[in-house]
């Protein structure tokens, strides 16, 4: 049996936006714009931003596999895409609300899905050849990344890790 299911990747897709607003229910918009990862970093609201177009990209993608046969996607420019966007000057509330309701569509498509559907491919610009089932993983992999990074600019990280360094893996 294969812990990689539609069931628990669904799960997961539904409960990761319950976690970011337990995060950010409470920021007030100067903080979601001061408050950063790092010097160089992104703030909380830029991050959200980043969450709400990603999520659009990966359904648009994953309409691509369900309709094509192999499509080729393109790399994403998440920096251009936060300049064209303009991150730093959007509303907190107002992205996370956009977020989820972009969220819901993409539960709702996954939720469709037969067992022959899960397996149809693409070609992700990084990764080669993913399935649907690869893709939905990605999506939850990508929030729980960015929910990581929320919690360090909010200044959380040291009393959770104390003197562990997190480290990327990617």
Known sequence: MSLLTPGRL??????????????????????????????????????????????????????????????????????????????????????????????RRTIQFFAELTPTQWQRTGIHPEAGPITLLEQAFQIGSHDTDHIEQIVRALGLAEELYGNIKVVSLN
């Not at 950010?24 to 903080?31: A, E, G, H, L, T």
């Not at 992104?42 to 969450?51: D, Q, R």
């Not at 080729?72 to 609300?97: C, H, I, M, P, W």
Request: some cysteine; glycine content about 4%.
């Open 10 to 103: 669904l799960r997961s897709l539904r409960k990761n936006p319950v976690i970011l607003h337990g995060l950010i229910k409470n920021v007030w918009q100067d903080q979601a714009r001061r408050f950063k990862d790092g010097p160089d970093g992104w703030s909380v609201v830029e991050i959200v931003c980043h969450l709400r177009d990603l999520e659009e990209v990966f359904y648009q993608r994953a309409l691509r596999m369900l309709n094509e046969d192999t499509p080729v996607f393109e790399s994403f420019d998440q920096n251009e895409k936060a300049r064209q966007g303009d991150y730093t000057n959007q509303a907190l509330n107002r992205v996370f609300e956009q977020l989820v309701e972009n969220r």
